[in-house]
C-alpha cells in the first residue's frame, strides 16, 4: 500500500527552465510533508517542507505547492541548474514532530546543459 | 553537511550472517531513526529510538534491532541475513521543532 506516489520516475529539463516534480498522497492523517533531494553515494539531504495549514512555501530557487483537497503536492525548481540533477524524493508524516516519514519512490530529474 | 557520520560505508555479507552497522552525530540527538532503501525504492522506516528507549517500529521482523547508547549514538543490528536485506540503511537525526530528518550518507549492505 503505497501511501505516497510519485508517478513519474524520471523527468528531463532543460537548464534554464522550470522544472515541476508531483507528488500523491492517499492518508488523510498526512499533516506535514517534505522534499529531499539524494545524489549517487550520498543520503538524502532535506530541501524544503509545507505544514497542511499552508498551501505554499518559497525558499529560494524552491517552491512547494500543496493542495489539500485533491492529495497533491508539487516541487517547483526554477531556473533549473544542472547541479539539480538528482533523485527528489516526496515524504509525508503526521502532526508530530517525532512521527516516522512516509517516503514516495522518487524521481530522477535530469538537467540538460 | 549533516553531522551525521555512519559507518561502515559498504559491506558484503553471506546469507545466513549477522551486521552490525553504526551512527554517531558531532551533537546530542534525543531521537534517531534508522531506515531502509532498496534499489529503485523511497527509503522505509525501521524504527526509531529516543532516550535509549524503542519507540516505534516499521514493518521489519524482528531480526532487525537496534540500540541507542548515552552519548547518543546508535546501532542497527540484523540477524540471519537475507538476501532481500541488500540495501542502503540509513541513520537520521531530528532538528528543529518541526522535527525534519537529515541522514548520514548511509551503510550499503550486500548480501551474497
Known amino acids: 500500500d503505497q501511501q505516497v506516489k510519485q508517478n513519474s520516475p524520471s523527468l528531463s529539463v532543460q537548464e534554464g527552465r522550470i522544472s515541476i516534480l508531483n507528488c500523491d498522497y492517499t492518508?488523510?492523517?498526512?499533516?506535514?510533508f517534505l522534499w529531499y533531494k539524494k545524489y549517487p553515494a550520498e543520503g538524502p539531504t532535506f530541501l524544503i517542507s509545507i505544514s497542511s495549514i499552508k498551501d505554499k512555501n518559497e525558499d529560494g530557487r524552491f517552491t512547494v505547492f500543496l493542495n489539500k483537497s485533491a492529495k497533491h503536492l508539487s516541487l517547483h525548481i526554477v531556473p533549473s541548474q544542472p547541479g539539480d540533477s538528482a533523485v527528489y524524493f516526496c515524504?509525508?508524516?503526521?502532526?508530530?514532530?517525532?512521527?516516522?516519514?512516509?517516503f514516495g519512490t522518487g524521481t530522477r530529474l535530469t538537467i540538460i546543459p | 553537511e549533516t553531522g551525521v557520520t555512519q559507518s561502515p560505508t559498504h559491506l558484503i555479507k553471506t546469507r545466513g550472517q549477522q551486521v552490525t552497522l553504526r551512527c554517531s552525530s558531532q551533537s546530542g540527538h534525543n531521537t534517531v531513526s534508522w531506515y531502509q532503501q532498496a534499489l529503485g525504492q523511497g527509503p522505509q522506516f525501521i524504527f526509531q529510538y529516543y532516550r535509549e528507549e524503542e519507540n516505534g517500529r516499521g514493518n521489519f521482523p524482528p531480526r532487525f534491532s537496534g540500540l541507542q547508547f548515552p552519548n547518543y549514538s546508535s546501532e542497527l543490528n540484523v540477524n540471519a541475513l537475507e538476501l532481500d536485506d541488500s540495501a542502503l540503511y540509513l541513520c537520521?537525526?531530528?532538528?528543529?521543532?518541526?522535527?525534519?530528518?537529515?541522514f548520514g550518507e548511509g551503510s550499503r549492505l550486500t548480501v551474497l
Open positions: 515524504a509525508a508524516r503526521g502532526r508530530f514532530g517525532n512521527e516516522k516519514l512516509t
Open positions: 537520521a537525526l531530528q532538528r528543529g521543532p518541526t522535527g525534519e530528518l537529515f
Open positions: 492518508n488523510s492523517m498526512f499533516d506535514y
